[in-house]
C-alpha cells in the first residue's frame, strides 16, 4: 500500500494512469527500476553475445548450436553461414557490441541511473531528485540510445566490429561500402547515451548538494551516496571529449572528413580518396580521456553498495570513513590524469610514457586504501553471511586480484609484452564481472525488500553465489595463462593462427586446450544464473513479506521509508543527528541507531562521529 | 509533493537547483567544446607545411556575427533585469530583440554555408588550377561555369589573396581531374570549421527553443509563480551566454588566425 | 527580491542594465581590436596567436564574469569551474604535450 504524503500545495494530484505512472514517471523510484530492467536486459543482451562468441572460441568453425541458423537467418549469410557457423566479422561484431554493451548499457546504467536513482535520494532524505523531468528525459535518451545500438545489428554489413574502442582508421574504414553502417549507429547510438548521462550526472550532483535533510552533513553521508558524487562528476567532465570524438568520427564517416585518417592511407591497393592529414592518434587519446575516468565510474558505485552491504552485516561501523571519503575523491581526481597507459605501445616518448606510469602507480594508492577499509571493516564485526553479505565479501578477493593484474599493464615495460593480450581482458574482467557485477548482485539482494515489499530466496541466493564465484573464477583466471603465453585478444579462431608447429614456436596445445574450459565456465555461469532470474521474479510475487520496514535492521536512511516508498518518499519530517554507521553503540538496546534516530542519550554533541 | 530550493536558495550554497545544474552543464560544455578546440590544435600544428589554408573564411561577416551574439547577449540579460524589476512587457520587448539578433546570426551563418558549398576548387588535366563560385544556371552536364579565378598554383589557394579580378570561367568536364567545393571533407581546417560551428549552431537553435518557449507557450508561469519562471529565464540566460562565450573564441580561432 | 516595490532597488537595477550595456558595447570593440590585431604582424606567429586569443579570454571573461554574473556568485560556482579548468588544461597539454616531436618515437631510428 502506498502511503500517500499528504502536500499542502492547492493542487491535489489524482491518481496518474499507466502510462504517467509507469513509462513517463518522474518519480526517482520509477525511474531507478526503468533502468534496473532495461540494463538487466541488456546485461543478459551482452552475455549472449559473449555466450556465442565463446563457443566459435571453443570450437572454431562449427556451427553454433540452436542459434547458428538463426543468426543466419536474419543476419544474413555473410554474417553466420547456413549451417551456422560465425563469421570473422560476425565475431568481431559480437566482440565491438559486447564491450560496447556491457559498459555503457548494462553496468553503467545499473550503477547511477538504477541503484543511484532510487537509493540516493532515499538516503539523503529527499523527496525526490532535483530535476524529476530531467531524469525521466535521461531514462528516455538511454532507452532510445540502446534501441539504436541494437538495430546496427540489422544494418547492412552489421553492427559496429571495430572494437568498443572504435579506433580510428579502421572504424571508419570497415565497411566503408555502406552507408550509414553499423559504425554510423554505434556513433549515433553514443550521443544518446553520453546525453543521457550527462543529464543524470547533473541530476545526481545537484540532489546531493541541494536536497540533503537537515542535519546531514557532508561527513555523516552514507559512503554509497559519496561514491555516486564522485562518479557523477568524472561522468561529468570526461564524456563530452568523448561526444567531441564521436562527432568527429561521426564526419570521417559520414561526411568524408578526415580528422582520423592519416594521408597516404591505402585500403586493399586503393589510395583512400579523402584530404588526409589525420590523426589516429587523436582518436586515442580523446576516447581514453574518457574511457580510463569510465572505469573507475564502473567500480565506485560498486565499492559504495559493498560498503553499505559491509557495515550492516558486520554489525559495526565501517572501519577509516574519511580514509574512504578522501581516498575516493583523489581516485576521481587521478582517474583523469592516467589515460595514455592504455597507449604506451603507440610510441610515445619516455617522458610521457614516465608520467602516465608514475600516475597509474600513484592511483593504486586510493584503491588499495578503499579495498583495505572494506576488508579491515569485517574484523571484529558479528558477521551475518546472507546473500548480499556473500556478494559484497566475495567481490573483495576478486576487486584484489583485479587491482593487483593491473599492475605488470601500468608499468610501460611489462605492458610491451601483455597489451592487447588476454591478460587484459582476464584483469579488467575480473574487476567488472566478479568486482562490480557481485557489487551489483549485492545491492539488488539488499535492497530488493525496500522496492517490493518481499525478500529472494535466501537458499537460490546462495546457490546462485556459489555458482557464480567458481564459475567466474574458471573463466578469467585462465586468461591470464593465455596472455603470459601471448595469446592476443580479438581472434575470431581462439590463437589457431598462432599454434605451435614443428619447429615453430606459438601458442601450445595447453594455452590452446584452456579456450574450451573457459567456454564451458561461461556456459556454466549462463545456467548458475537462472536462479537468480527465477528468484527475481518469483519473489516479487512469492518472496516472504518483510515484517517490517528496516528487514535488516540497517541505520540509513532509506530503511525509514514506508514499504515501498510511496511519492514523496518519506511520512515524516527528517532530520539527522549522527553518522551512517552507528552500529553496536555501546549501553544501547538495539544493536543499531539510525541516522534520524532523535535518541538524545546517544546524539554525538559535536561535529565528529563517535566512531570512525 | 514539494522539491526543496527550486525557487528559495539553499543557505549554505548560496544557490537554487537549476542555477547549480545549468553551471554543472556549462562545466561539461566547456569540456565538450575544449575538445574539439584542442583536436583543432592538434591536427593545425600536425599538419604538413603548406596543407593549412588561411583566409578563406570572411573575417567582416565573422566580426558582424560576433558583435549580433554580443548584443543578443545583452538584450536577453536586460531582459531578465526587467523581468526583477517586474516589468514583463518589457521582457518580452527584449526577448524579441534577442530572438531576433539570434535568427539573424543563423540567417548569416546560412549564407556563409551556402557559399561553402558552391565554391569550388577545379584541378585541369593540363594542371591549371581554377576556383569560384559555380554558376548553376550556365553549368551543364558537359561543362562547368564559375565566377572566380585561374590559380597560379596550390599555394594561392592556401592563402588566397584578399582582393582579385573575378572573372567568368569555363571548364569542359572531360577536362577536369578532380573538383571539390569548400565543404567539410575538403580538407580538416574545412572539416573542423564546420563541425565546431555546426555544433554552435545547434546550440543556438536549442537556446532559441528554449528562450521562445518560455516567452511565449510557457509564459503563464509569470502569473502563478514569478520567481520561478524568473529564474527559469536567468537559466536560459545563463545558457545563451554561454553560447556567445564559444562563439567569442571560435570566431579569431578560425577567422583570423 | 522580485518586483520591488521600493525605489531604490529599481536604481539598482537599472544601474546594472547601464553597466551590461557598457560592457557589450566594450566586448564589441574588443572585436574590432581582435580583427585589427590580427592583420597586424607583431613578429612572431606565436605572438599573434597571444595576443588575439588573449583579447578572445579578456572578452570571455566579461561575460562570464558579468552577463552571467559570476563575480556576484558564491564561492562554489568558482569551485567547480576551476576544477573543470584544470582538468581542460590537463587534457589539451598533455595530450599536445605527446605530440610534440621529442616525445614522438619513430622507429625507423633503430633499424639494425
Same mark, same amino acid.
Given at each position: 500500500m502506498h502511503a500517500e504524503t499528504h502536500s499542502h500545495d492547492a493542487h491535489h494530484h489524482e491518481e496518474p494512469g499507466f502510462w504517467q505512472k509507469?513509462?513517463?514517471?518522474?518519480?526517482h523510484k520509477v525511474v531507478g527500476i526503468q533502468y534496473a530492467v532495461t540494463a538487466l536486459m541488456f546485461l543478459f543482451a551482452g552475455f549472449s553475445l559473449m555466450l556465442m562468441m565463446r563457443w566459435q572460441l571453443a570450437h572454431p568453425g562449427q556451427p553454433i548450436p540452436f542459434v547458428g541458423k538463426i543468426l543466419s537467418h536474419f543476419l544474413g549469410e555473410d554474417m553466420? !553461414?547456413?549451417?551456422g557457423v560465425m563469421s570473422p566479422d560476425l565475431y568481431n561484431s559480437f566482440g565491438a557490441m559486447h564491450g560496447t554493451i556491457m559498459v555503457f548499457l548494462a553496468i553503467v546504467p545499473l550503477l547511477t541511473g538504477a541503484f543511484g536513482n532510487y537509493v540516493m535520494p532515499l538516503q539523503i532524505g529527499a =523527496?525526490?531528485?532535483?530535476?524529476p523531468r530531467l531524469n525521466m528525459m535521461s531514462y528516455m535518451s538511454y532507452f532510445f540510445g540502446g534501441v539504436v545500438m541494437l538495430a546496427s545489428f540489422f544494418v547492412p554489413g552489421g553492427a559496429?566490429? !571495430?572494437?568498443?574502442? !572504435?579506433?580510428s582508421p579502421l572504424a571508419t574504414v570497415n565497411?566503408?561500402?555502406? +552507408?550509414?553502417n553499423g559504425q554510423t549507429f554505434w556513433l549515433i547510438g553514443m550521443v544518446f547515451l553520453i546525453t543521457s548521462s550527462l543529464l543524470g550526472s547533473v541530476n545526481i550532483i545537484t540532489t546531493i548538494i541541494q536536497l540533503?535533510?537537515?542535519?546531514?552533513?557532508w561527513m555523516r553521508l552514507p559512503f554509497f551516496v559519496w561514491a555516486q558524487f564522485v562518479t557523477a562528476f568524472l561522468l561529468l567532465l570526461a564524456f563530452p571529449p568523448l561526444e567531441a570524438a564521436g562527432c568527429l568520427q561521426l564526419m570521417d564517416n559520414s561526411?568524408?572528413?578526415?580528422?582520423?585518417l592519416p594521408s597516404g592511407l591505402v585500403i586493399s591497393g586503393q589510395k583512400l580518396h579523402v584530404a588526409g592529414g589525420g590523426s589516429p592518434l587523436l582518436w586515442q587519446h580523446l576516447f581514453w580521456f574518457l574511457a580510463h575516468p569510465e572505469v573507475y565510474v564502473l567500480i565506485l558505485p560498486a565499492m559504495g553498495i559493498v560498503a553499505e552491504v559491509i557495515a550492516n552485516n558486520t554489525r559495526k561501523p565501517l572501519w577509516g570513513y574519511r580514509s574512504l571519503v578522501y581516498a575516493s575523491m583523489v581516485l576521481g581526481f587521478l582517474s583523469f590524469v592516467v589515460w595514455a597507459h592504455h597507449m604506451f605501445?603507440?610510441?610515445?616518448g619516455v617522458h610521457i610514457a614516465t608520467f602516465f606510469q608514475t600516475t597509474t602507480m600513484m592511483i593504486s594508492i586510493p584503491s588499495v586504501i578503499i579495498l583495505t577499509a572494506l576488508l579491515i571493516s569485517l574484523w571484529g564485526g558479528s558477521i551475518r553471511f546472507n546473500t548480499p553479505m556473500l556478494f559484497a565479501v566475495g567481490f573483495l578477493p576478486m576487486f584484489g586480484i583485479g587491482g593487483l593484474t593491473g599492475l605488470p599493464l601500468g608499468f610501460n615495460a611489462s605492458d610491451i609484452q601483455? +597489451?592487447? !593480450?588476454?591478460y587484459v581482458i582476464g584483469h579488467f574482467h575480473y574487476v567488472v564481472a566478479p568486482g562490480t557485477i557481485f557489487a551489483i548482485f549485492a545491492g539488488i539482494y539488499y535492497w530488493y525488500p525496500k522496492a517490493t515489499g518481499r525478500m529472494m530466496n535466501e537458499y537460490w541466493g546462495r546457490i546462485h553465489f556459489a555458482l557464480s564465484f567458481l564459475f567466474m573464477n574458471l573463466i578469467f583466471m585462465p586468461m591470464f595463462i593465455q596472455g603470459l603465453a601471448g595469446m592476443s585478444r580479438r581472434m575470431y579462431d581462439g590463437g589457431l593462427h598462432y599454434a605451435e608447429q614443428a619447429g615453430v614456436p606459438g601458442l601450445s596445445p595447453f594455452v590452446l586446450s584452456l579456450n574450451k574450459v573457459i567456454s564451458y565456465a561461461a556456459f556454466s555461469l549462463a545456467v548458475a544464473q537462472l536462479p537468480f532470474i527465477i528468484n527475481f521474479i518469483w519473489s516479487i510475487y512469492?518472496?516472504?513479506?518483510?515484517?517490517?520496514?528496516?528487514p535488516w535492521d540497517?541505520?540509513?536512511?532509506?530503511?525509514?521509508?514506508p514499504t515501498p516508498p510511496g511519492?514523496?518518499?518519506?511520512d515524516k519530517e527528517i532530520e539527522v543527528f549522527r553518522g551512517p554507521y552507528e552500529y553496536?553503540? =555501546?549501553?544501547?538496546?538495539?544493536?543499531f541507531l539510525p541516522q534520524n534516530d532523535p535518541d538524545k542519550a546517544h546524539t554525538p554533541t559535536h561535529e565528529h562521529p563517535v566512531h570512525g | 509533493m514539494n522539491i526543496p530550493y527550486t525557487v528559495d536558495r539553499r543557505e549554505?550554497?548560496?544557490?537554487y537547483n537549476a542555477k547549480l545544474g545549468v553551471w554543472l552543464f556549462l562545466a561539461s560544455e566547456v569540456m565538450l567544446f575544449g575538445a574539439l578546440f584542442s583536436s583543432y590544435i592538434l591536427l593545425r600544428f600536425g599538419?604538413?607545411?603548406?596543407t593549412w589554408p588561411r583566409h578563406w573564411l570572411d573575417y567582416k561577416l565573422g566580426a558582424v556575427n560576433t558583435i549580433i551574439l554580443i548584443v543578443s547577449s545583452v538584450t536577453n540579460v536586460i531582459a531578465w533585469a526587467n523581468l526583477k524589476l517586474g516589468s514583463f512587457s518589457k521582457y518580452r520587448a527584449y526577448q524579441v530583440l534577442t530572438m531576433v539578433c539570434a535568427l539573424t546570426f543563423l540567417g548569416i551563418k546560412s549564407t556563409e554555408y551556402y557559399g561553402k558549398f558552391h565554391h569550388f576548387t577545379i584541378i585541369c588535366k593540363d594542371g591549371r588550377i581554377a576556383d569560384g563560385h559555380i554558376q548553376k544556371a550556365e553549368t551543364t552536364a558537359d561543362k562547368v561555369v564559375i565566377d572566380g579565378r585561374w590559380a597560379p598554383d596550390m599555394a594561392s589557394i592556401m592563402d588566397p589573396p584578399a582582393k582579385f579580378e573575378e572573372q567568368k570561367i569555363e571548364i569542359e568536364?572531360?577536362?577536369?581531374?578532380e573538383m571539390h567545393n569548400y565543404?567539410?571533407?575538403?580538407n580538416n581546417f574545412t572539416g573542423l570549421y564546420f563541425t565546431l560551428t555546426g555544433l554552435h549552431v545547434l546550440h543556438i537553435i536549442g537556446g532559441i527553443i528554449v528562450i521562445f518557449a518560455i516567452w511565449g507557450p510557457l509564459n503563464g508561469m509569470w502569473k502563478t509563480d514569478p520567481a520561478r519562471y524568473t529564474n527559469r529565464v536567468e537559466v536560459a540566460g545563463l545558457f545563451w551566454s554561454f553560447v556567445d562565450m564559444v562563439w567569442l573564441f571560435i570566431f579569431p580561432t578560425f577567422y583570423l588566425l | 527580491m522580485n518586483n520591488p516595490s521600493n525605489e531604490e532597488d529599481s536604481k539598482a537595477v537599472k544601474k546594472h542594465v547601464q553597466q551590461h550595456v557598457m560592457i557589450a558595447v566594450g566586448l564589441a570593440l574588443g572585436t574590432i581590436m581582435t580583427v585589427w590585431t590580427s592583420q597586424t604582424?607583431?613578429?612572431s606567429f606565436a605572438l599573434n596567436v597571444t595576443i588575439t586569443l588573449g583579447i578572445a579570454a579578456a572578452q570571455a571573461f566579461m561575460v562570464a564574469a558579468f552577463f552571467m554574473h559570476l563575480l556576484s556568485e558564491k564561492k562554489l560556482i568558482y569551485c567547480f569551474l576551476i576544477f573543470t579548468a584544470i582538468f581542460f588544461v590537463v587534457m589539451m597539454g598533455i595530450t599536445l604535450w605527446s605530440r610534440m616531436p621529442e616525445n614522438i618515437i619513430h622507429y625507423k631510428q633503430y633499424v639494425p
Open positions: 509507469c513509462i513517463f514517471s518522474t518519480d553466420a !553461414s547456413k549451417e =523527496p525526490d531528485m532535483a530535476f559496429a566490429k !571495430s572494437g568498443w574502442t !572504435s579506433y565497411d566503408m561500402a555502406h +552507408h550509414p540533503r535533510a537537515k542535519g546531514l552533513t561526411f568524408g572528413t578526415s580528422f582520423f605501445l603507440t610510441g610515445m601483455l +597489451h592487447d !593480450s588476454y512469492y518472496g516472504k513479506k518483510v515484517t517490517s520496514d528496516n540497517a541505520t540509513t536512511l532509506e530503511w525509514q521509508t511519492h514523496g518518499n518519506f553496536s553503540v =555501546p549501553n544501547h538496546a538495539r544493536n | 549554505d550554497t548560496g544557490l599538419a604538413d607545411v603548406g568536364r572531360k577536362e577536369i581531374v565543404g567539410p571533407s575538403r | 604582424n607583431f613578429g
